[in-house]
T-cell receptor, first 115, second 112 residues
C-alpha cells in the first residue's frame, strides 16, 4: 500500500494567489482529515470527511478555506486568496470507518509558504 | 475544551538509556489515546493506540500506559538508539467525537 499521498510536497506562492492542495487516502479508508501544523499552534484539525461527506468543518479558519471530496480516492483543500499567515505544513490523514477505534494514517504533508 | 500537555518539550539522552515521555489531558472522557512519531520534514507515524478500556500497549521497545482517572499517559522507550531521535506526539479522541487533539510534542535526541 502506498499510504496517504499528498501533492505538492512544497508550495511557494505570493499573497493573494489561489493554492490547491491534494490528497489521495489509503484505499478502503472512508474517513479523511485535513490538519494544519504550525510552531505556534501545533497540529489542528481543519475538516473531517466521512464517506465523502464533510462532517465537521469547524476548524476551517475562515471563508478563504474550502475543501472537497468528490470521490473516495481524492480530496482537495483550497485557499483563495492566500495570506502569509497561512504558511504552515498541511497534512491529510485517513482511517477506517470508525475513526474513534482505528489509527489515523498521515501523509507526508505539504509545506506551504505564502510570501 | 480538551487540552493535551507533553512534558518535557525536549529531551537529550545518551544511547542505551531507558526513558519516559509524559502526556497529560484535561478531560478524562477519552475514547482512545495515540502516540505518534514525527521525523523532521515528514508526516506522522502512529506508534501505539490505547483504547480507553486498556491500561497499556506494547510494540517492540515501546510501551505506552494509560491512566484515565488521572489524565495521564506515558511512553516508555527501552534501550534508546540514535534512530529513535524524533518528535513524539500524544493525541486523544474524546468519547463524544472523532477528533484527535494533539499535544505539542517532545523532541527526543539520542546521542551516540
Amino acid at each position: 500500500d502506498a499510504g496517504v499521498i499528498q501533492s505538492p510536497r512544497h508550495e511557494v506562492t505570493e499573497m493573494g494567489q489561489e493554492v490547491t492542495l491534494r490528497c489521495k487516502p489509503i484505499s478502503g479508508h472512508n474517513s479523511l482529515f485535513w490538519y494544519r501544523q504550525t510552531m505556534m499552534r501545533g497540529l489542528e484539525l481543519l475538516i473531517y470527511f466521512n464517506n465523502n461527506v464533510p462532517i465537521d468543518d469547524s476548524g476551517m479558519p475562515e471563508d478563504r478555506f474550502s475543501a472537497k471530496m468528490p470521490n473516495a480516492s481524492f480530496s482537495t483543500l483550497k485557499i483563495q486568496p492566500s495570506e502569509p499567515r497561512d504558511s504552515a505544513v498541511y497534512f491529510c490523514a485517513s482511517s477506517l470507518s470508525d475513526a474513534r477505534r482505528t489509527r489515523q494514517y498521515f501523509g507526508p504533508g505539504t509545506r506551504l509558504t505564502v510570501t | 475544551k480538551q487540552e493535551v500537555t507533553q512534558i518535557p518539550a525536549a529531551l537529550s539522552v545518551p544511547e542505551g538509556e531507558n526513558l519516559v515521555l509524559n502526556c497529560s489531558f484535561t478531560d478524562s472522557a477519552i475514547y482512545n489515546l495515540q502516540w505518534f512519531r514525527q521525523d523532521p520534514g515528514k508526516g506522522l507515524t502512529s506508534l501505539l493506540l490505547i483504547q480507553s478500556s486498556q491500561r497499556e500497549q506494547t510494540s517492540g521497545r515501546l510501551n505506552a500506559s494509560l491512566d484515565k482517572s488521572s489524565g495521564r499517559s506515558t511512553l516508555y522507550i527501552a534501550a534508546s538508539q540514535p534512530g529513535d531521535s524524533a518528535t513524539y506526539l500524544c493525541a486523544v479522541v474524546l468519547g463524544s467525537n472523532y477528533k484527535l487533539t494533539f499535544g505539542k510534542g517532545t523532541l527526543l535526541t539520542v546521542n551516540p
